[in-house]
């Protein structure tokens, strides 16, 4: 008799060597969605997230003792090589065992998970149903090249399985949040920690650093129609964009927030606002039913200028307190070479939208695309520069290009000569590249400007803790004024900011991420 047991395994986020770790916010939705079908046809699901167990590599040994299977998923970045070198382990240990990934990454390089020695199988975008197949198909001693959606070996070389489209929400089976030990991250997000957090998001209301609030995140669609060429969701969901509806999903925040007491949510979507009837119905639920959150999500700079005014209303009545805003590029040119379509002057519009409702824009820029001249880049920085000392509000980040694979700028790098790393491990660092050596080459004065303009937003936004506030007031007010004229020739500020640092003998803070 087949074992009902299953081993779900989420790498972790950040490399804790380095002293780093992510948001504590971020459940491990991707292991709970999966579970759903197979915890409704009966079988045991073990769950480990390497970020809330200090012992997750003896965890996942011991649990896979006596397991059906063993399964994991990542994104780029260090859970590709964390979940290399667990899944090594299980290996090593039970062979025999089946090993199942799933998740953006794997579904973009099968092979290397295939050809690696730490995978069975691999599953290609959306995987509630693939892996309920697998579950399934394994147990009954089948065969898993006959299950759609999938990537295989058979007699040494990779094969597809026949197609999987994307369904919608309603196709699956609840998600099993008795799995989570929800307490266990409200325990992490409360507590101060000697790590380095990535990608912490601003606090809402009365929330502060030594008063944070108890965060949960959510899926709450799958996909994205935006066919932007950097960007691997056009492989993996052919555009496609499936939700809960509005009205629904708000009732079973509510329910979830009744149960587990959470004051943020955070929607995990690739793009959560596609549809103005939806967020409306989602919305004007949450103020029905007065649930005490505030909550935060992406959403696009057009579809913001597509919204009625009535619709950005009611995102500020449900207490919406943070969108992510994907600018990308501060040129017409530019939005059209990668497909993004902006307009430019919609940028600052509808920035300006939300921010005069006190919703805070979570802007991000790219700089050194494949092919992108220097005019272009510094455009770019202008733009971004711009936007921040309009709306100090808003955040306004600008990042290096990253070759990702499976996107159109990955192909386009490596013809410009971009070397694509062939190992796990050096996946894994792809967010310490971040200073783009390994691809299209950002000159080195553009580089020196996007450096002297990421401090001086710092010191604007008065991310700067140490010193009195009339002197931190000071230098915000300096940086300001070089925001708004682009002059980053002598960063006096950061200058005068450095000198206090070192003459009161504190170190220097680290910058934010």
């Not at 369904?167 to 380095?196: I, N, R, S």
């Amino acid at each position: 008799m087949a074992s009902k047991k299953l081993v779900l395994f989420l790498p972790h986020r950040a490399d804790p060597g380095r002293g780093e770790m992510f948001s504590a916010d971020l459940l491990p939705l991707e292991l709970l969605q999966i579970a759903s079908g197979p915890v409704a046809d009966g079988y045991e699901v073990v769950m480990i997230d390497a970020m809330v167990e200090p012992d997750y590599l003896k965890k996942v040994l011991e649990a896979c003792d006596g397991a059906l299977l063993f399964a994991s998923s990542c994104i780029l970045g260090y859970q590709v090589y964390d979940g290399y070198l667990v899944a090594k382990a299980v290996k090593e240990k039970y062979p025999n065992l089946p090993c199942i990934w799933g998740g953006w990454f794997p579904s973009v390089t099968p092979q290397m998970y295939l050809d690696g020695g730490i995978a069975d199988a691999v599953c290609i975008g959306q995987g509630e149903l693939a892996f309920r197949e697998i579950v399934q198909t394994i147990a009954n001693g089948g065969d898993l090249a006959d299950v759609p959606g999938l990537a295989v070996k058979r007699d040494g070389r990779m094969i597809y399985t026949d197609h999987r489209p994307v369904v919608g929400f309603d196709q699956f089976e609840p998600v099993p949040w008795g799995l989570l030990d929800f307490e266990k991250y409200a325990e992490l997000q409360v507590k101060p920690t000697h790590l380095k957090v990535r990608h912490r998001f601003p606090l809402p209301g009365h929330w502060t650093p030594d008063n944070p609030p108890r965060a949960f995140s959510f899926f709450s669609s799958f996909g994205c129609p935006e066919p932007c060429t950097f960007c691997c969701s056009p492989l993996v969901t052919g555009r496609r964009w499936k939700a809960i509806p509005g009205k629904q999903l708000a009732e079973e925040i509510a329910e979830l927030q009744q149960r587990f007491k959470f004051d943020v949510l955070r929607f995990q979507d690739a793009n959560f606002g596609v549809a103005e009837k939806r967020t409306r119905e989602f919305c004007q639920t949450l103020v029905d039913l007065k649930v005490p959150i505030h909550w935060n999500g992406t959403i696009e700079i057009e579809t913001i200028m597509r919204y009625e005014e009535s619709t950005l209303d009611l995102l500020q009545d449900s207490k919406c307190h943070l969108l992510w805003l994907g600018a990308e590029a501060g040129t017409a040119e530019m939005q059209e070479r990668i497909k993004k379509h902006i307009k430019i002057e919609h940028i600052p519009q509808a920035i300006g939208a939300l921010a005069d409702r006190g919703i805070i824009p979570g802007t991000f820029w790219i700089i050194g695309y494949p092919g992108e001249t220097r005019e272009s880049m510094e455009a770019t920085l202008k733009q971004a520069a711009a936007v921040k000392y309009a709306y100090p509000l808003a955040g306004s980040e600008v990042y290096p290009f990253r070759p990702i694979p499976g996107t159109e700028d990955f192909d386009a790098a490596v013809k410009l000569g971009f070397e694509p790393p062939t190992d796990f491990k050096t996946w894994g660092d792809c967010f310490e590249y971040k200073y783009n050596s390994q691809n299209t080459p950002i000159p080195e004065d553009v580089r020196h400007t996007w450096q002297r303009y990421n401090n001086t937003a710092a010191i604007y936004d008065e991310y700067v803790s140490e010193g009195p506030r009339w002197m931190r007031k000071s230098l915000s007010k300096i940086a300001g004024w070089r925001l708004q004229r682009g002059a980053y020739g002598f960063p006096i500020e950061q200058k005068l900011y450095d000198l206090y640092v070192r003459a009161t003998g504190q170190t220097q803070p680290a910058a934010a991420d």
